[in-house]
C-alpha cells in the first residue's frame, strides 16, 4: 500500500480503536460513490479508505505497518505455530480433565484436522450471508429518494463489509491451520519433545509464554 493509512483515515498513529471506527463511518459516508458519482476517482478514494481502515483494525497488520513492514504480507510460519500453540493449550485442557492422551503430534492434527474441516464450511456461508445483504442493499438504493432508507442502506453496507473482514480473516486461518498440518509433519517420526522445545522458545499467546514441561517420550 503506497499511502499511508493514518493519513487516509485522518487520524493521529496513536488512535484507538474506537477513533478508528468512527473516522472508517465518516470516510465512508464522504467518499462512497453512490454520493459522488460525478467524480471519476470516486471508487478509487473509497477503496483506498477501506483498505486503510482494514490495516488499522486488524492489530497484527497494524503492527506491521507501524513497524515499517508491508501489512498485506502475513507471516506464515508464525501463524502456523500460533494454531499449533492453541492447539495444544486444548490438549493441555484435556490432559488436566484426566483425558488419556496417546502420541502428541497426532492428537495435535486430529485436532488441526477437525479446525480445517469446520472452517471450510464457512466460505459456503458467507458467500450466502452476502447475496442476501446485496439484495437489502440494492432494494434499499431503488428507494435513495427515502432518507430511512438511505440509512438502512448504510447500515447493512457496514454489515457487509464486516461479513467480508470476516471472510478474510476466515480465508487467513484455513492458509494457517493448513500450514501448521504441514509444520507438524516434521515430527511425525521425531520424539515430541523437540517439538515442544520449538513451541516453548518461539511461540507465544496473548503475551504468556507456554510452558509444556515435556518429557520427551512423544507422550501426555
Known sequence: MALDPYYQLGIERNATAAQ?????????????PDRNQDDPYATTKFQQCKEAYDILRDRERRQRFDRGEDPRKINVHEVALQQIVLAMNKVCQQTVQGVKLGNIVEHLTTILDEQLQELRKAPKQIEAA????ARLSRRFKRRSEDGQANVLRETVEGQIDAVKREREQITIRIESVVAALKLLEQYEDEEAGRL???LQSHAQQGGVWIVYGASGTGDV
Open 20 to 32: 478508528i471506527e468512527a473516522a472508517w463511518r465518516q470516510k465512508r459516508r464522504e467518499t462512497h
Open 130 to 133: 452476502l447475496k442476501q445483504l
Open 196 to 198: 515442544l522445545d520449538h
